[in-house]
């Protein structure tokens, strides 16, 4: 179970990374910052699929997302100067939190 969040892990950062590369790529127009962001991006998806057989896809979506959302959030604010309200912090960790709760009782789910 390790190795499948280390992969989950893993392709919440190649997806924040390429996220990352968005702005700087200029449209695309901008060839090694476009060639990393794909790299980023489809090695993200590969990691996904691994963690797709041990975990139930809703899991893996609510973490992949949550967390992206709030590293983007947080490095848009570093690296890009973008602004945060105090009431956008207080949702970011809501997302964590969610996140959290939502792993934390993966294993007791309800079956239907």
Partial sequence: MFKT???LVGAIFCEVAGTMLLPITQNFTKLIPTSFLTIFYLTAFYLLTFVVT????AIVYATWS???IFTIAILGYIFYKQSLSWQSVVGLFLIVIGVILVNSFTNNSVKF
Avoid at 54 to 57: A, Q
């Fill in 5 to 7: 969040y280390l992969f």
């Fill in 54 to 57: 041990k975990l139930p896809i």
């Fill in 66 to 68: 949550g967390l992206g």
